[in-house]
T-cell receptor, first 112, second 110 residues
């Protein structure tokens, strides 16, 4: 079974731009969640989607948004990028039993 | 968001030594997970625990679900250089929300 796939692996953007990250969950997993990881803050929860609906949302500004498609693939969008948005963005999928989280390799975003 | 207290923050050990780390929470969890993360990569699931008192092994790794349901422990026996990385815990509460530890950075000196 293929793991969680995230694209792209690396991104360099400038302040004010917007970015879209993509995540394909493990086959059969319908829940996808997104996390921001920085050295100082650790793993911070952004949001979780299940069956195309946002189920939970973390404490991030509205510039961070996401969506999930009918095939469970998910995208995350960040608009009006700020320097502080530089981070490793991780996607994770959960099986129906919901008791495990499987992470992708992440997208390393650098905002200049 | 809430983060779990994980200790120690970092460890420098000789190859062959055993390692112990733990996570504590002020809340009860139904599930504890332990991950290893290499720089610039995503976390890889090592061990999952589902019952208070449960002891589970994965090769040289052994993890335990604390009986109070507010803590968990990870032990690595006979460390080798490829054990280097950041280890962190995750707990799932009764609302099926995951919370993460701050990580333990492990360095193994050959």
């Amino acid at each position: 079974k293929a793991g969680v796939t995230q694209t792209p692996r690396y991104l360099i953007k400038t302040r004010g731009q917007q970015v879209t990250l993509s995540c394909s969950p493990i086959s059969g997993h319908r829940s996808v969640s997104w996390y921001q990881q920085t050295p100082g803050q650790g793993l911070q929860f952004l949001f979780e989607y299940f069956s195309e609906t946002q189920r939970n949302k973390g404490n991030f500004p509205g510039r961070f948004s996401g969506r999930q498609f009918s095939n469970s693939r998910s995208e995350m969008n960040v608009s009006t990028l700020e320097l502080g948005d530089s981070a490793l963005y991780l996607c994770a999928s959960r099986p129906l039993s919901r008791e495990k989280l499987f992470f992708g390799s992440g997208t390393q975003l650098s905002v200049l | 968001g809430q983060q779990l207290n994980q200790s120690p923050q970092s460890m420098f050990i000789q190859e062959g030594e055993d390692v112990s780390m733990n996570c504590t929470s002020s809340s009860i969890f139904n599930t504890w997970l332990w991950y290893k993360q290499d720089p610039g990569e995503g976390p890889v699931l090592l061990i999952a625990l589902y019952k208070a008192g449960e002891l589970t092994s994965n090769g040289r790794l052994t993890a335990q679900f604390g009986i109070t349901r507010k803590d968990s422990f990870l032990n690595i026996s006979a460390s080798i250089p490829s054990d280097v990385g950041i280890y962190f815990c995750a707990g799932m509460n009764t609302g099926n929300q995951f919370y993460f530890g701050t990580g333990t950075s492990l360095t193994v000196i050959p």
